[in-house]
């Protein structure tokens, strides 16, 4: 023992472990002798520039809704990290040509390292290599096109496809509007033109008027021809102005077509599809009369929790990049390409030797089949369609409400549940209950022959018997009844202490929808949501700094719901979960001072008497137990001031290293003192290692506080 207390060899004894320590870490750094893996490609078709325009390609700016698109997909696929490729994302620009695009087809179909292809073209351009990827077996999912009834194989996904519009607007117009007689404003060269007269022919309803336009191109001349044509009619048919009017027109033809129609006519009846018209040039429609405009749409612009981390992540990377009003849309359909191309790895798993064969297996599984992912469900029809979730909105008094009777993906009429929730105040956050006390009003707005809709929203997360629910008014206005609730509770949240002081939280209040997107719809108010952004600093929360405020919508699959009798044992279903989310950050100051510091200087004090030259008993024993003793009743504030967790927090693991080195300073006198006689004490020097624990207790501190 006299032996080991020698400066030369404490010395050694702390090297070989410092070198052992980083052998360690150096061995286990990840990936540092990870086999590198085979690079393969998935293509991205874009329309970066255009062919047509009199500026040369070269020297156009790129196009930045492409380039949104680029860089979100290569986050995606940066995400998948496969055990044997590393999947890489090769851009295209077809330059708005569809003979370009083809071109590009041809060059994929011939390149083995391409495994799959991501299309962001229209489907005039995506038309012309019909031959080229039914012939070639080239995986596609095409993310904006339609198919317009090509042929493009059996390895061909569209996932932003308008095929079934017309059909599913038939289905709208007989089983909600209860009409059989139209009159249809349509672009004849549209390749959904035909679908609509064939949709109608099946659906028993008849056209009073056809008005056909061209797509492209489309000259002032012809507005004004279509305008004349529209004028005449309702002259000499005053009574069709209460006929439904059915649009098929894109939004540079339908901006100026409904602003015309709006001066125009006072009472008229719209129906269409989400791209005849940009949303900016419905400001003044009708405002000042009865005009209404139902458009297939989604509603609400909240997203999943992932989507909105994800989203916040890429416009911080490039802000220029995500000016599109619609980008959470668009990084969404980027999402589900990726997962469908994830899927294929699920099914059958990464190989050295994958290849477009290996695509084309697992997109050939997928007709008329759904996809399980963790919160959504992909449904594919005989064609690979991706089949959409439907939701009818209406434009009418200056703004969109969305329609109290919806159709679910089968066509089948279901309650549209609306709803919305403002927070008033959230407070009392209780970290020993795991809850925190939160005030809000919520309101819904249902079709009144569906009143008992509202019984299937629950907050998931409320302690029922501390809270109170009160009814504040009930109105009706029409078929549509609206009611305004006042509620005060207690909510549960499972909080991560791990990096207690310094821990950030998220507290929610979760509305948890008890019926099935097919059976109920349900609309959330995102825009009264957003209307006051100055909403989180009257949040009574005193000790957190509040960082962030925002609601998501995650949606939960589930093969039924809590043992319900009227859900098929076998089916999948969603459910929707509304979350308000609250992300709070634990101001340092009160914890640095009650907790970091007290321990730290304690164990300074402990270290520093070891510099002492004269270690005797007699001279440190009460001190030294003095320090012991410190810490002993320090444990005692301390237990009684932290909160308890299920895993060590950095408070924990800063008192249990201060706890130890008391405890070891404390040994080293004792030990010293019971090993060398009194007078050869005062001679020691254990100065060295009392610098060596002084270092390395400050780095461990370090670590535990910063990590």
């Keep these: 023992m006299k032996f080991f207390f020698t400066s030369k060899n404490i010395l050694i004894a702390f090297t070989v472990i410092l070198c052992i320590s980083v052998a360690y870490y150096i061995f286990n750094k990840e990936g540092l002798f990870e086999k590198k893996k085979q690079v393969k490609y998935v293509a991205y078709v874009g329309r970066y520039t255009n062919q047509a325009d009199t500026v040369p390609c070269s020297r156009q700016p790129l196009n930045k809704f492409d380039l949104m698109h680029e860089v979100t997909l290569k986050k995606y696929l940066k995400e998948l990290d496969l055990p044997y490729t590393d999947l890489q994302l090769k851009v295209f620009d077809c330059r708005k040509n569809g003979t370009i695009s083809d071109s590009i087809y041809q060059v994929i179909a011939q390149d083995p390292d391409i495994v799959a292809v991501i299309d962001n073209t229209w489907g005039e351009h995506i038309s012309k290599c019909a031959a080229t990827i039914r012939e070639n077996n080239i995986p596609v999912i095409a993310i904006n096109a339609d198919r317009n009834e090509f042929d493009f194989g059996t390895s061909a996904i569209f996932t932003g496809s308008q095929d079934n519009v017309p059909h599913d607007m038939v289905a709208y117009i007989t089983k909600v509007l209860h009409t059989t007689k139209v009159n249809f404003i349509s672009e004849e060269d549209y390749g959904l033109h035909n679908t609509y007269l064939k949709a109608f022919k099946e659906g028993n309803i008849t056209i009073n008027k056809?008005?056909?336009?061209?797509?492209?191109?489309?000259?002032?001349?012809?507005?004004?021809r279509l305008y004349t044509e529209l004028e005449q009619y309702f002259k000499q048919n005053p009574s069709e102005e209460n006929t439904l009017l059915v649009l098929s027109v894109h939004a540079d033809i339908g901006n100026k077509l409904i602003n015309y129609l709006n001066k125009r006519f006072t009472k008229i009846h719209l129906l269409g599809h989400a791209y005849i018209v940009n949303a900016s040039n419905l400001q003044k429609f009708g405002v000042h009369n009865d005009n209404d405009l139902i458009i297939i749409s989604n509603p609400t612009d909240a997203l999943t929790k992932s989507l909105y981390n994800d989203i916040a992540e890429l416009k911080t990377a490039h802000p220029d990049y995500f000016q599109n009003a619609n980008h959470p849309f668009f990084v969404e359909r980027c999402y589900d390409a990726v997962e469908m191309l994830r899927n294929k790895f699920d099914h059958s798993g990464d190989t050295t030797t994958l290849s477009k064969k290996d695509f084309n297996n697992y997109f050939r599984t997928l007709p008329n089949q759904i996809v399980r992912e963790q919160?959504?469900?992909?449904?594919?029809?005989?064609?690979?369609?991706?089949?959409?979730?439907?939701?009818?909105?209406?434009?009418?008094?200056?703004?969109?409400?969305?329609?109290?009777?919806?159709?679910?993906?089968?066509?089948?009429?279901?309650?549209?549940?609306?709803?919305?929730?403002?927070?008033?105040?959230?407070?009392?956050?209780?970290?020993?209950?795991?809850?925190?006390?939160?005030?809000?009003?919520?309101?819904?707005?249902?079709?009144?022959?569906?009143?008992?809709?509202?019984?299937?929203?629950?907050?998931?997360?409320?302690?029922?018997?501390?809270?109170?629910?009160?009814?504040?008014?009930?109105?009706?206005?029409?078929?549509?009844?609206?009611?305004?609730?006042?509620?005060?509770?207690?909510?549960?949240v499972n909080?991560?202490?791990?990096?207690?002081?310094?821990?950030?939280?998220?507290?929610?209040?979760?509305?948890?929808?008890?019926?099935?997107?097919?059976?109920?719809?349900?609309?959330?108010?995102?825009?009264?949501?957003?209307?006051?952004?100055?909403?989180?600093?009257?949040?009574?929360?005193?000790?957190?700094?509040?960082?962030?405020?925002?609601?998501?919508?995650?949606?939960?699959?589930?093969?039924?719901?809590?043992?319900?009798?009227?859900?098929?044992?076998?089916?999948?279903?969603?459910?929707?979960?509304?979350?308000?989310?609250?992300?709070?950050?634990?101001?340092?100051t009160t914890p640095l001072l009650e907790i970091v510091l007290p321990l730290v200087l304690i164990g300074l004090i402990s270290i520093s008497l070891l510099f002492i030259k004269d270690i005797s008993f007699e001279n440190l024993g009460e001190v030294s137990i003095g320090v012991f003793m410190s810490i002993v009743a320090f444990s005692i504030s301390f237990s009684a001031s932290t909160p308890s967790a299920d895993n060590l927090t950095k408070a924990d693991y800063l008192f249990w290293l201060t706890f130890i080195v008391v405890l070891?300073?404390?040994?080293?006198?004792?030990?010293?003192?019971?090993?060398?006689?009194?007078?050869?004490?005062?001679?020691?020097?254990?100065?060295?290692?009392?610098?060596?624990?002084?270092?390395?207790?400050?780095?461990?501190v370090s670590i535990v506080l910063l990590n």
């Design 210 to 224: 056809l008005f056909s336009v061209k797509g492209k191109p489309h000259t002032p001349a012809d507005s004004i």
């Design 664 to 700: 070891l300073n404390f040994m080293i006198v004792i030990l010293v003192n019971a090993i060398y006689e009194p007078e050869e004490v005062k001679n020691i020097d254990i100065r060295k290692l009392s610098t060596g624990l002084g270092i390395g207790y400050i780095v461990l």
């Design 495 to 588: 909080y991560e202490l791990e990096k207690y002081p310094f821990d950030a939280q998220e507290i929610f209040v979760r509305a948890e929808i008890l019926s099935p997107a097919t059976k109920l719809k349900v609309s959330f108010d995102q825009k009264s949501f957003d209307m006051d952004s100055t909403k989180i600093d009257k949040f009574k929360i005193t000790e957190w700094n509040k960082l962030k405020y925002y609601v998501t919508v995650d949606n939960e699959i589930n093969l039924g719901m809590y043992g319900d009798p009227d859900m098929e044992e076998e089916k999948l279903y969603e459910f929707k979960n509304i979350y308000f989310r609250l992300n709070v950050e634990r101001k340092q």
């Design 375 to 492: 919160d959504e469900i992909y449904q594919f029809d005989s064609i690979l369609n991706l089949v959409p979730e439907l939701f009818f909105t209406q434009y009418a008094g200056g703004r969109f409400h969305s329609c109290p009777l919806q159709l679910n993906e089968y066509r089948e009429v279901i309650p549209n549940l609306f709803f919305g929730m403002e927070i008033s105040d959230i407070y009392n956050i209780n970290m020993d209950e795991n809850s925190f006390t939160s005030d809000f009003y919520y309101w819904i707005k249902l079709d009144s022959n569906n009143r008992d809709a509202e019984k299937y929203i629950i907050f998931q997360n409320m302690k029922q018997n501390e809270s109170s629910k009160e009814l504040i008014f009930e109105k009706t206005d029409g078929s549509t009844i609206y009611k305004l609730y006042k509620v005060s509770g207690i909510f549960y």
